[in-house]
Nanobody
Framework: VQLVESGGGSVQAGGSLRLSCAASGHTSSTHCMAWFRQAPEKGREGIAEIDSDGSTSYSDSVKGRFTISKDSAKNTLYLQMNSLKPEDTAMYYC?????????????????WGQGTQVTVSS
């Protein structure tokens, strides 16, 4: 699966952005799609996941502010980000088939996009 993110940019605190991830290749066999992010000098953090049955999950850091969704007809994954905070500043990555089971990540045929930068100013 090939993944290409778009929609990043600079926004003031309290603002909104919508990220998109266009997928191509063998997308029909994907177990899950997710958004990860990496802030400067920090490790990568999984923040939102949508499974093949449509169920979604979020990290505590974004729950209630971010919404993950997908349009299967367009093979596109989205992340609607509202009420953005400066601590949301990071590189955001679209990821296929790295699925969290509540305790650990299960990796299938994992693909990462190249990332899109989000910068939130106070």
């Amino acid at each position: 699966v090939q993944l290409v993110e778009s929609g990043g940019g600079s926004v003031q605190a309290g603002g909104s952005l919508r990220l998109s991830c266009a997928a191509s290749g063998h997308t029909s066999s994907t177990h899950c799609m997710a958004w990860f992010r990496q802030a400067p000098e920090k490790g990568r953090e999984g923040i939102a996941e949508i499974d093949s049955d449509g169920s979604t999950s979020y990290s505590d850091s974004v729950k209630g502010r971010f919404t993950i969704s997908k349009d299967s007809a367009k093979n596109t994954l989205y992340l609607q980000m509202n009420s953005l905070k400066p601590e949301d500043t990071a590189m955001y990555y679209c990821v296929a088939d790295r699925c969290f089971d509540g305790k650990k990540y299960i990796e299938y045929d994992v693909s990462w996009g190249q990332g899109t930068q989000v910068t939130v100013s106070s």
